[in-house]
Each structure stands twice: as structure tokens, then as C-alpha cells.
């Protein structure tokens, strides 16, 4: 099968909706081959960040980083044995939508997301990111339930 996107990128945050966007990814990559990106935005609300302006540098890049190895490992369990895989984990700080879609333009990749993360409080001030995602995005997206 050949594809129009050089590379699936999924989101992960560490959820539910996030472990099955890697599942389905993982299926799609097998049908066509294609690489796959988990990419976690470390993305701390106001408060958060205001609780870590005493730490150093390199404690909160850290604590960025344990971050994304707990997303990245929730969805590698979810994928299962992926030895017929090519997957690569990126982490990047920013706004979440901004930061998928910067990635996916860039790769010219397509995105596969779940449709809920972790972050229920934030969802009823601005939004979903996955339907953010969807209005904004350039390139080809599948939202997984």
C-alpha cells in the first residue's frame, strides 16, 4: 500500500485514549510501512510551572523527560511486540496543538491521536486537543476512540 505522509506521528500523554491511537498506528504502519513517531508534548499548566520555579534547570528538563518515558512506555505496552516496527520517541516542550501540528507540517506525516487525554480540567476551559488538532492541521488525521 503506499502512503502520502513519510511518518505516522501519535501524541502520547501516558492515557487510555493515547495507548489505543498507538495500537491503531501500529496497525497502519504494518499495512504501509511507514515509521512511526510517539511524540509527548510536556506541556505544565501555569501552576505547575510556577511550583517548579525554584527547581534548576536541569531537575525540571528531568522531570520532562520522566514524563515522556512513562508516556512513551504506556504506549509501546499498548503496541505490544513491534520487532517489524520502525518507532522513535521525541519529546518536545510547548502548547500541545501547536506542537503536533508543527511536527506533522514538518514531516509531512499524518496524526494518530486519541480522542481523550489526561488532561479532562483543561478540556473544559479551551478544548480538546485532538479537535484543535482537526481544525488546524494541514495534513491527513485519524482521531481514535
Do not use: C
Request: proline letters at 4%.
Amino acid at each position: 500500500m503506499v502512503s502520502h505522509y513519510n511518518i505516522i506521528i501519535v501524541p502520547v500523554d501516558g492515557s487510555e485514549g493515547a495507548a489505543r491511537a498507538a495500537l491503531f498506528a501500529a496497525d497502519l504502519a504494518r499495512a504501509t510501512g511507514s515509521p512511526i513517531q510517539l511524540l509527548h508534548v510536556f506541556s505544565p499548566t501555569s501552576n505547575e510551572l510556577m511550583g517548579m520555579a525554584h527547581l534548576p534547570r536541569t531537575q525540571i528538563e528531568s522531570i520532562s523527560h520522566e514524563a515522556a518515558s512513562i508516556a512513551f512506555a504506556k504506549a509501546r505496552e499498548a503496541i505490544g511486540k513491534a520487532d517489524d516496527l520502525t518507532i522513535e520517541e521525541k519529546g518536545v516542550w510547548g502548547e500541545p496543538r501547536e506542537e503536533i501540528v508543527a511536527a506533522a507540517e514538518a514531516a509531512d506525516a499524518m496524526i494518530v491521536m486519541g480522542r481523550r487525554g489526561l488532561g479532562k480540567m483543561q478540556k473544559l476551559i479551551i478544548g480538546s486537543v485532538s479537535d484543535a488538532v482537526i481544525r488546524t492541521a494541514h495534513r491527513p488525521v485519524t482521531v481514535v476512540s
